[in-house]
């Protein structure tokens, strides 16, 4: 079995690094440990690790911060450049066959070469054309799957599993939410650099999609127009104020740098809408750094014209006494995508 010490979802983000580690009780989850660690900007850059060493050693301090002791990890992999996920259609075939020719299936959807990524599928069911079964098809590129498992490595942690945001998105969704029949529902995690969405109808995805942005372009806009450093932006991001800084300022910023984000937020609803199904989304829960930022759910909600609530990962989890529970709630949106890792196990689907 995997050690009494127990599994840990790490969410290795461009800005933030995740720790979740849950313990199975006969009720449900409970807390065992939930930290982050911000890292320098330059460390991960559009999804791939530049700087293996420093990034390692942030690792290293998150677990010494957070007192890991697992020494299993569950980690994930996200972006639209090495990640691809793809909804197809196939003869209808069993489990087992499919495993056998899938390289082969695969092959069309693939933008790579089929060689450098590492495949997985889901069977979803039936289609109404008879003899054709929906197949989930998940390929990430082997190269970005390496690098990010020899820097867990080195910081002393074995991967047990690699699984990409959009499906932790999913998972964290399962444990916290009731599912409706009839409602399609949004997640969307908006980070520093990427956002990732996942449509699910009636508790199942039907879309998928990453997008290139997030609130490093929020960061961006504040540096140059203020001239402030990357680390004073942040912190104004947080809330906090500088003295050489207007707050309406910041604020007027902010909402303009947004409407970028919002606009893709748009185009992907959009995009799910024309696509086959032709469906209304009813809600989107976000999660993610810019959850945290003042206004931006209501903002998001009024430009979408849709209920836009934000994630409450820890919903359903119980958090022991010594959890500040303020603190966990406060920081709990940008946690969504290492609860749903943190709830993963070796073979469990
Ligand atoms: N109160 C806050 N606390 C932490 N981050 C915040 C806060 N408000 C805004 N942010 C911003 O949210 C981002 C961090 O969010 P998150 O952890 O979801 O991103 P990430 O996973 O590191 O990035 P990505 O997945 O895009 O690589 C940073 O850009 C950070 O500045
Ligand atoms: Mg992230």
């Known amino acids: 079995m995997f050690g009494a010490k127990g599994i840990v979802g790490l969410d290795i983000g461009s800005s933030y690094l995740k720790a979740v580690q849950l313990r199975e009780t006969r009720s449900g989850y409970e807390l065992e440990l939930f930290d982050t660690l911000p890292i320098s900007p330059e460390l991960i850059v559009e999804g791939s690790i530049i700087d293996a060493i420093r990034l390692t050693e942030s690792l290293r301090e998150l677990v010494r911060k957070a007192k890991i002791k697992a020494k299993d990890a569950v980690i994930s992999i996200s972006g639209h450049s090495s990640v691809i996920i793809k909804r197809i259609s196939l003869p209808e075939m069993s489990e ?52 990010y498992v020899s820097v867990v490595k080195e910081a002393g942690l074995n991967t047990v599993i690699v699984d990409v945001d959009a499906f932790a998105l999913e998972n964290m969704y399962g444990i916290n939410y009731e599912i409706e029949a009839g409602k399609n529902v949004a997640l969307v995690n908006i980070g520093a650099s990427t956002m990732n969405m996942n449509i699910l109808k009636a508790g199942v ?30 912190r104004l991001k947080r809330g906090e104020m500088l003295e050489k ?52 759910p209501s903002l998001l909600s009024e430009k979408i014209g849709i209920p836009v609530m934000v994630a409450e990962p820890f919903k359903n989890i119980v958090l022991p006494k010594k959890f500040d529970v303020s603190l966990i709630e406060e920081m709990a949106p940008i946690g969504a995508v ?12």
């Open 96 to 147: 087992e066959e499919l495993s056998e020719s899938i390289k082969f299936e695969a092959e069309q959807y693939v933008p790579f070469d089929i060689e450098d990524v590492n495949l997985d599928f889901q069977i979803l069911g039936p289609k109404e054309e008879p003899g054709q079964m929906d197949v989930i098809l998940v390929a990430v590129k082997k190269d970005v799957i390496n690098d």
């Open 205 to 234: 995805s039907v879309f998928t999609r990453d997008s290139a942005i997030g609130s490093n372009i929020h960061t961006d806009a504040l540096q140059k127009e203020l001239n402030i450093t990357y680390e004073e932006a942040e």
């Open 245 to 296: 800084v207007k707050p309406e300022e910041v604020t007027s910023l902010i909402v303009t740098a947004s409407n970028e984000i919002f606009s893709e937020v748009s185009r992907s609803l959009d995009y799910f809408k024309s696509s086959t199904l032709q469906a209304e989304v009813q809600e989107v829960i976000l999660s993610g750094g810019c959850a945290l930022i003042r206004d931006f």
């Open 338 to 349: 290492a609860v749903g890792l943190a709830i993963r196990r070796p073979g469990d689907r």
